[in-house]
């Protein structure tokens, strides 16, 4: 997902939506063709950090985070830690300038395997010809949506919704596991500064790691929510954070359900099993 301040979140963005968008054997053929961990560390347009962890050497998934702990969190050691600034790494993705030279200039730091380093280029090069040969799954599913994205500015809980989107899509064994248990599709209105915005959950058996979250409404989506779940954009991240719980939320009136009641609970558990993943929720 597009992280402000963080160009280079759309090169993680792609070599995320590749794995995800693999199947188990071929993201496999893609993890033994690298057999390596990189981790970056970031330093964005307003002197921010933002960490990666891409592990292209055991299940082939990509984490995050504000701190160097939480990206690494369920991820197997590093073999290459690169700090660079997000400029650097924009133009090293672009073909514009080389990590070797970056590095002897001093822009780019290499902890680790040096080798990895000077592998960069070649490794963002291939994961972005298999984006460009792949079908655009995210954007083509949400066709009811037009392009709208799932984090939209001013709607901090829609980073959460997304984050869900990050996690399911990511690991297949933690999707698998939501989607049996949970068996539901929400809708949920979350109102914020632009008004009313929607967002499908779409978790039931059977749904693709592109498709278990869509923008838009259920009708548009051409789904059938469960439960429509409306709340304020601040309320829904109370929620998601644990401030509150959904049932304390209904009776408080900041929630309102529409259709199946008992599966508002459920949501909860949804917001769990991916805070459980790592997702910063």
Known sequence: MPIEGFASSAIIDQLTSVLTVLSADDRKKEVNKTKAVYAFEVTGTKGKKHYFVVDLKQAGKVTDGTSEAEAAKGQ?????TITIDDATFVKISEGKTTAAGEFMSGKVKIKGNMMLGMKLEPLLKRFKKLAESLPAAPAAKASGAAAQEIALQGYEGSVVIAQIAQVLGADEAKRQSVLKSTNAIFQVDLNG????????????????????VLPGTAAQNKKAAGVVLALKDADFVDLASGKITGQSAFMGGKLKAKGNIMLALKLESVLK???SAGAKL
Do not use: E, H, R, T
């Not at 197997?76 to 290459?80: E, L, R």
């Not at 500064?193 to 278990?212: E, H, R, T, Y």
């Open 76 to 80: 197997p050691k590093p073999d290459i």
């Open 193 to 212: 500064p632009q008004g009313v915005k929607s967002w499908v959950l779409n978790l039931k058996p059977g749904a693709s790691a592109a498709d278990v």
């Open 273 to 275: 099993a991916a805070k």
